[in-house]
């Protein structure tokens, strides 16, 4: 038999495997860079997404509060007397008499009360669990109003509605009892009998509300904030304390990554078309009554770090001005604050700031 001739089967030389697996590896690594390169930009946006969340959030919450602030149930300020029977559990200095301090005229009191940030939380003898739970040089804001939701004792001759037993089995919360155009008396169990007796009579659940800022998000372990919480980077909350309707104060997070908060107060003068916007320290005792709207300025942090680039700039909230460098920080200018995280230039930042009306006060 005769063989066939010519050149016999034969693979891949390791010449031609070669190219073909740098080849493969270069389109690889390709793929690679651009999957690396289209999650850094998703990173971004989400972290971008992230502090327009919050700080949306967080001036939503705090709006609504000032545009209620001041109201009771039809009557001014100066027309409300507190029960005796008005139970609160005071915390600190937070006790029955500063909660119940409606009156505009008195120091700390009325629908609208500010203080500046400083070293240590600013109202004495701190409720809210120590100076710990405090962001230093932030600014705290108080509040003050009954609240919409409507109860109907009635006429004070007439049979008691079934409103009145929400009222009775809650004896400790405190509400107002509103005769509207004529007066209004805060209490807590018994709804008060009044000279009024044939009017209409309304009762609103009283609120008081401090929105402040606390150095983490979590509290691990006791009641203050530490190094360790939050994963050893403690995330800076706006918080709302308030009391409940057991007579207590508590204080619940609002939302995560609010890294600075400065409250101005828009007084309107008599006869100026516009209010003239200070802050807490320079507003007169006899201006509180005047105080129509609050400029809320905020700057938010993302807790995520973005190494792309150095997230640097210049981040103004009110009197408070600093600088974010890379590699350093400058708060010359915002005495007594930190910027968060061990190396803030690592981390993307945002600031708002709105405008939010007293309505109760601006409507007479």
């Not at 009156?103 to 240590?120: E, K, L, R, S």
């Not at 910027?339 to 601006?362: C, E, H, I, M, S």
Request: glycine share 10%; charged share 15%; proline share 5%.
């Amino acid at each position: 038999m005769q063989r066939r001739s010519g050149l016999s089967q034969r693979g891949f030389s390791l010449v031609e495997l070669a190219v073909a697996v740098l080849l493969g590896a270069i389109v690889v690594g390709g793929l690679i860079n651009l999957f690396i390169s289209n999650r850094k930009a998703y990173q971004v946006q989400s972290g971008n997404n992230f502090l327009q969340e919050n700080l949306r959030i967080a001036t939503d919450r705090i709006g609504w509060s000032v545009r209620m602030a001041d109201f009771w149930g039809g009557n001014r300020f100066n027309t409300v007397t507190t029960n005796s029977g008005t139970t609160v559990t005071a915390k600190g200095n937070c006790n029955g008499a500063w909660a119940t301090l409606v009156d505009a005229t008195q120091t700390g009191g009325g629908g609208v009360y500010g203080y500046d940030g400083g070293t240590a939380f600013p109202i004495d003898a701190p409720c809210i669990d120590g100076d710990a739970n405090y962001v230093k040089g932030s600014d705290v804001l108080v509040l003050r109003y009954a609240d919409s939701t409507e109860l109907s004792p009635g006429p004070a001759d007439a049979t008691t509605p079934a409103e009145a037993s929400t009222i009775k089995n809650n004896a400790k919360e405190t509400f107002l009892l509103s005769t509207p155009g004529v007066a209004g008396q805060l209490f807590a169990g018994t709804v008060p009998t009044t000279s009024t007796a044939k009017l209409q009579r309304y009762a609103y659940p009283y609120q008081v509300e401090v929105y402040y800022l606390r150095p983490c998000s979590v509290i691990a372990s006791g009641t203050t904030c530490k190094a360790t919480d939050d994963n050893g980077l403690p995330l800076p909350t706006l918080m709302r304390m308030h009391l409940n309707a057991d007579g207590t104060f508590a204080s619940d997070a609002i939302v995560t990554g609010i890294e600075q908060i400065k409250f101005e107060y828009g007084v309107q003068d008599t006869g100026a078309t516009a209010p003239t916007y200070k802050a807490a320290s320079s507003v007169a005792a006899t201006e509180w009554p005047n105080v129509t709207s609050v400029r809320i300025s905020m700057v938010a942090v993302n807790p995520t770090r973005n190494l792309g680039i150095p997230n640097v700039g210049t981040f103004t909230a009110a009197s408070c001005v600093y600088k974010i460098n890379n590699g350093s920080t400058d708060v010359s200018k915002c005495t007594n604050f930190t910027p968060y995280g061990d190396k803030p230039w690592q981390f993307t930042r945002a600031r708002l700031q709105q405008v939010a009306q007293v309505r109760n006060r601006v409507r007479g």
